[in-house]
């Protein structure tokens, strides 16, 4: 085991891939400095009220443990080093999650590893996983589904092992009761645990102990994390769970209608998520017994967030860690019944496919953000109106001084009169304005003219407008 462990530290090529994948998280976070959705800009706003007292009320479904417990001493600490603009602040949050995501990667590699006991896999499964786009753009933001991939893997780790089978059963279930309190959705994989804890042991009564373990460490750590936390924060325990299964299942409502999707989303996208190139050696892993359960750590999520008529590709991050051990597994066969060439220009192909998918951060708001920071910089600015107010980060750049009203996109022509009334600057998307010609003559009507306009890349260009 020790020489193992120091044959670890020693991998070379696994330290290359984490620096080389750290340093393009950090390119990504200050070269895409927009949000995506709305749930980044509630993360990080929840952070900045606790850290340095910003004007916010966060959403009653969302647990706070995250944001209060990870991202909020990050900001602390950057206001406390000298950082005073929101922008640098703002970079201060993403550092856990971008460290996080590393982290990721090597527990990848551990546990490709631990299951197969072959170096190649290990380091193929790694590479796969390290430069997937999903963990590798969303790793340069504060979504939330890094940190629980993160005790998924570490719960996956601790059942994976022999001996101690009460502790790492409770060691497992706790570390699974963290993802879900980091997201709730992803007690899913509750289920695929309690079946590595059933069979990483032979013996009947050891496999009942460690799922015991694994159920009694999820009761007692989610009463803390999501009962208790919720009761402090929100004046009830589990008040979080409750609101946001009843907003996602009762009501079936969305806070993105455009994130609506049919029940067959995952699999009509499979190949934005799934490189073509991986699919011969996902076939030759068919058969492998030892990588058996990593299929059930994907099957799950693509059933359980199907049911859900909110989706989105990000949902599916805690899944990548066990395609990329398929994937590695696969091609560790291969590289024995196949020509080296061949082998090596699938893997090469594999990679290149998987990064091209970080092109989705260019979609990010950066115009609006752009937008916001022009408009606090004017400190006659004190009522603004905008549409999509997540896209400009809502109170982060604006701060406490201006009173933020948010419009839809595109806004109703009833919502606009009600909303910009008393306004200082109005900001709309500029693809609405060409859409309805009459958004800018209710404008017009109330004192409007165009101010500027904010381009940047292919984020969606924005205009503003001031009262005459």
Request: net charge positive.
């Amino acid at each position: 085991m020790a020489r193992d462990r120091g044959r670890w530290l020693r991998d070379r090529f696994l330290w290359l891939v984490i620096g080389v994948t750290t340093a393009v998280r950090l390119f990504l976070a200050w070269r895409f400095f927009g949000f995506l959705g709305g749930d980044d800009v509630e993360i990080l706003e929840e952070a900045f009220r606790r850290a340095v007292g910003l004007a916010y009320t966060p959403w009653r479904a969302r647990n706070l443990l995250l944001p209060d417990g990870l991202v909020a001493p990050f900001v602390y600490l950057g206001r406390t080093v000298g950082f005073q603009e929101t922008f640098p602040l703002v970079l201060c949050a993403t550092v856990p999650f971008v460290v996080l995501a590393s982290v990721n990667v090597v527990l990848v590699d551990r546990l490709v590893f631990r299951w197969l006991g072959d170096r190649t896999a290990a380091r193929v499964g790694m590479a796969i996983y390290a430069f997937h786009w999903l963990p590798l753009a969303f790793g340069s933001t504060p979504y939330p589904r890094t940190v629980s991939t993160t005790f998924v893997l570490l719960a996956t780790l601790a059942l994976s092992g022999t001996g101690r089978d009460l502790m790492r059963g409770a060691a497992g279930g706790s570390l699974a009761a963290l993802a879900f309190a980091v997201r709730h959705s992803e007690g899913m994989y509750l289920l695929p645990l309690l079946l590595v804890a059933v069979f990483a042991e032979t013996d009947r009564r050891r496999s009942v102990r460690r799922a015991l373990g694994v159920l009694g460490g999820f009761a007692v750590v989610s009463a803390l994390t999501v009962g208790l936390y919720d009761l402090l924060t929100w004046g009830r325990p589990f008040s979080s769970l409750v609101s946001v299964f009843a907003f996602t299942v009762l009501e079936h409502a969305s806070t993105s209608p455009g994130a609506v999707h049919p029940p067959l989303f995952y699999f009509t996208r499979v190949l934005f998520w799934l490189p073509l190139t991986m699919l011969p050696a996902l076939v030759l892993t068919a058969r492998l017994r030892r990588v058996r359960l990593a299929w059930v750590f994907l099957a799950v999520p693509l059933v359980v967030l199907s049911f859900i008529q909110f989706k989105e590709l990000r949902y599916l991050q805690g899944a990548m860690p066990f395609l990329a051990l398929l994937g590695g597994a696969g091609f560790a066969v291969m590289r024995t019944r196949w020509r080296p060439w061949l082998v090596t220009a699938l893997l090469v192909l594999t990679l290149a496919s998987e990064v091209l998918g970080v092109r989705v951060l260019a979609g990010k708001s950066m115009a609006a953000v752009t937008a916001a920071r022009a408009m606090v910089s004017n400190r006659s600015v004190k009522v603004v109106a905008l549409s999509q107010a997540w896209a400009y980060g809502d109170r982060l750049y604006l701060g406490n001084r201006v009173e933020v009203r948010d419009l839809a996109t595109p806004p109703s022509m009833n919502d606009l009169e009600e909303k910009i009334t008393g306004a200082d600057r109005v900001a709309l998307y500029r693809k609405d304005l060409a859409a309805n010609p009459a958004l800018a003559a209710v404008l017009a009507r109330h004192g409007f003219t165009s101010e500027t306009h904010f381009r940047w890349g292919e984020s969606k260009a924005v205009a503003v407008f001031s009262r005459n």
